[in-house]
């Protein structure tokens, strides 16, 4: 498997951040839990969303009022849509599949792709 996550790299303050996971070699119905997770400038992974094997989304508390995270089955996509950025919100951004862990966790075994770097101006 193999996944591969695309965004605009660059938006404003209070615009609408839209990321896209693309996965190749397995199908996104597949029984694991997709997440969506990022690294801050010098922070630890935080774990902003995820689709759990049941197909319900499963939020950060921290997030849940402005992320929506989806499945887009035709395209075999996972996406993650989060609104009312601040400069703040700039990270690296990844999405990535485990069996039954959060991949922020230490010690969580997963596939993640290699990132992409989303920065938010003010």
């Known amino acids: 498997v193999q996944l591969q996550e695309s965004g605009p790299g660059l938006v404003k303050s209070s615009e609408l951040l839209d990321l896209t996971c693309t996965v190749t070699g397995e199908s996104i119905h597949a029984p694991y839990l997709w997440t969506w997770i990022r690294q801050r400038p010098g922070k630890s992974l935080e774990f902003i969303a995820a689709i759990l094997v049941s197909g319900a989304p499963y939020y950060n508390p921290t997030f849940q009022t402005r992320t929506n995270i989806a499945k887009h089955t035709a395209e075999n996509q996972i996406s993650l849509r989060m609104g009312s950025v601040t400069p703040e919100d700039t990270a690296v951004y990844y999405c990535?599949?485990?069996?039954?862990?959060?991949?922020?966790?230490?010690?969580?075994?997963?596939?993640r792709g290699p990132g992409t770097q989303v920065t938010v101006s003010s």
């Open positions: 990535a599949r485990s069996r039954d862990c959060r991949p922020d966790e230490a010690g969580c075994s997963h596939v």
